[in-house]
């Protein structure tokens, strides 16, 4: 028992987590050498890649043969000798320390308490990371379920690829390129379906698709896993402990509780159990679940028939997708742009706000209220769970604003100018705010932003908020009224998980009515119940990529504007 306190001593009996371990997250950086591009040489083994062994639609049952065959021989991976060896060499993990294969698990659905809701979660990390990437290339269908057939997961919630790489896996016909909300709508449909998230860098891809030597700093993949098909997962049930070490957590594991832990072994039971065998039992017979060795896929909670385990953030996390690859396993990706685009037109203004020293921010906004009162200014505070197409939305509104109000826009987010250069692009006078880490804005963070940008001859000012569904909804920003944009691919419940959300919403837009007939998405539950958590919320349906229902946004928009400057 000493032993496994000591694993689990930042997770009390119960299951909280008393605090982060940085010395866990420290422990997690591999040695690897740093990866280096193979150099192309004559060319003939990027020739024979690119044109004779690459996988392409017409080639599909191939792939699905190779899956199959790989699975078929992993248990060589734990009978030694020159089997063990053949069979690394293979799928090129072998010599151990000489090659960089390594994946990230991102669950993308997670537990979090009242305590942490200030977090960011690593559904948040994937869709930061996939912000100025220079290509994503989405996959048709997911390889592994379709290999393994696949009867309790969908098949075309396929892989996203990033970079080059993203480029030749559209070039073979395998997928097609997305843009940064479809990338993100993919992450949210992955969710809703139970799936896993897994950055994974594997070296023997580099075969199956077709990749050069000097592409191959330019590839990552997000892969959308589940627990009884991923190929990932069950080479690792396969491995050793040595072989494992290649498999990283994002801060988030799995955490039990002991309390109500019935000891039924549920949790272990059957082929697709925990694929690192980090869970074990205590002499009381309840669940252990090693910290050290734990990725975070979610496997043990999903059969715990108590909810005796929860995804819990227990390390801290890192800033991007880039510093795990870098930190963890040596591995300087290029897959993302150096430098943002330069803007058309002024530069853009980035003001690091700080958080309120107010302690009251309630009458902070109040009196923010009437001081845009007197200006005559309309501030719109616009809320949405990151993806959703806010920006998008606003660059289509842009069009249907011009000539009927004089408006600007104040964008918030951690880090980055790319929305508020989307904004100025368009022709909209843009500020960009950075929060400093936080999650959202509250009164004085505002007013802060209203200062550097100006209010003079302003009709409008829209606000647009961290991406996030909870933090934003808590603080009163002193906005006008509130919107909040929910797209057609988060699902029509969102009204009842998130419900302060709604609760403080003024106007709810439906985004991506354009691709409702390809999601399981009902406008009738959706109506129903937003009205049941506010039962005076307007509600709109549009599609900022089509136009649909723009017209009538910007009608609502200047109603309100001129109602405020009465």
């Known amino acids: ?3 496994i306190k000591k694993q689990t001593s930042n997770i009390d009996e119960e299951g909280n987590v008393l605090y982060l371990d940085e010395e866990r997250l420290k422990r997690k950086e591999v040695p690897f050498p740093p990866f280096k591009n193979k150099p192309n040489g004559l060319g003939i083994y990027n020739f024979i890649k690119e044109h004779i062994v690459y996988m392409s639609n017409t080639r599909w049952p191939l792939a699905l043969r190779l899956y199959k065959m790989f699975i078929r021989f992993s248990g060589w991976l734990k009978q030694g000798g020159w089997k ?42 994937i869709k930061e990371s996939l912000r100025n990437v220079t290509f994503i290339g989405g996959m048709d269908g997911c390889l592994c379920r379709e290999a393994n057939d696949c009867s309790s997961f969908p098949h075309d919630v396929g892989c996203l690829f990033l970079g080059e790489a993203g480029r030749v896996i559209v070039k073979h016909g395998l997928g097609r390129e997305l843009s940064y909300e479809e990338a993100c709508a993919r992450v949210d449909l992955a969710a809703k379906h139970g799936l896993m998230g897994q950055a994974v860098w594997i ?24 627990p009884c098909c991923c190929i990932a997962m069950r080479l690792s049930r396969a491995a050793t402990p040595k072989e494992r070490h290649r498999f990283h957590p994002a801060g988030w594991t799995a955490v039990p509780d002991r309390t109500k832990c019935i000891g039924c072994n549920q949790c272990v039971t059957g082929e697709n159990g925990c694929p690192v065998e980090a869970i074990t039992f205590g002499e009381d017979g309840k669940v ?23 995804i819990k953030q227990t390390m801290p996390m890192r800033k991007n997708l880039h510093d795990y690859f870098e930190k963890d396993f040596n591995i300087d990706l ?27 921010n309630d009458k902070s906004a109040s009196d923010l209220r009437e001081f845009l009162k007197e200006k005559k200014t309309f501030l719109l505070n616009l809320m949405s769970s990151p993806g959703s197409g806010k920006t998008s939305t606003l660059r289509a509104l842009a069009k249907e604003l011009a000539g009927k109000l004089n408006w600007a826009v104040m964008e918030a987010d951690i880090d980055s100018a790319v929305d508020a250069e989307a904004m100025q692009n368009a022709g909209v006078r843009s500020i960009q705010l950075h929060t400093g880490g936080m999650c959202h804005l509250d009164a004085d963070m505002t007013r802060q932003g209203l200062q550097e940008l100006g209010t003079d001859n302003t009709d409008l000012v829209v606000l647009e908020n961290v991406g996030n569904l909870v933090c934003p ?43 409702m007939e390809h999601f399981d998405f009902d406008k009738n539950k959706v109506i129903e119940y937003a009205k049941i958590r506010n039962p005076n919320i307007e509600i709109m349906f549009i599609s900022a990529k089509t136009g649909e229902g723009i017209p009538e946004l910007a009608d609502w928009i200047c109603c309100q504007t001129a109602q405020w400057k009465q």
């Open 203 to 226: 070296e023997v891809e580099q075969l199956l698709w077709g990749i050069r030597n000097d592409q191959m700093d330019k590839f990552l993949e997000i892969c959308f896993c589940c």
């Open 84 to 125: 063990s060896e053949f069979y690394k060499r293979v799928i090129m993990i072998a010599p151990d320390m000489e090659t960089n294969t390594s994946t990230v698990v991102m669950p993308l659905n997670v537990d979090v308490t009242d305590e942490a809701e200030k977090v960011v979660i690593p559904m948040d990390l």
């Open 288 to 310: 252990v679940i090693d910290q050290e060795i734990c990725v975070g896929c979610g496997i043990c909670r999903t059969r715990c028939p108590v909810d005796a385990i929860q």
């Open 334 to 360: 290029k897959i993302w742009d150096e430098e943002p685009e330069e803007p058309k037109s002024e530069e853009i203004k980035i003001l690091e706000v700080k958080q309120s020293v107010f302690a009251d």
């Open 473 to 515: 909804a808590e603080f009163d920003t002193g906005a006008c009224k509130n919107m909040t944009i929910l797209s057609v691919p988060e699902g029509d419940d969102k009204p009842l998980k998130y419900p302060l959300m709604y609760e403080t919403c003024d106007l709810l837009v439906i985004n991506k009515i354009d691709v």
């Open 1 to 3: 028992m000493e032993e």
